[in-house]
């Protein structure tokens, strides 16, 4: 899996994710990922992931870690 441009696609497990490069850092589409899981309503998975403790938790450490002005409240 190696990207040949700035945009474009990744082939990862037998499904296309999308990708964009913007200056240092790679973006992939979380949409084309919840696409698996369901194909009709992908924003569905999104949110339910969105919601999640551990991604919640997750989201608060890397704002500590890379944000110096971080409020957790």
Known sequence: ?????????LLVQNTFVSFTRIEQSDFISLTDIARVKNPDEPKDVVKNWLRSRSTLDFLGLWE???NPDFNGV
């Open 1 to 9: 899996m190696k990207p040949v441009s700035p945009k474009g696609k």
């Open 64 to 66: 500590k870690i890379n």
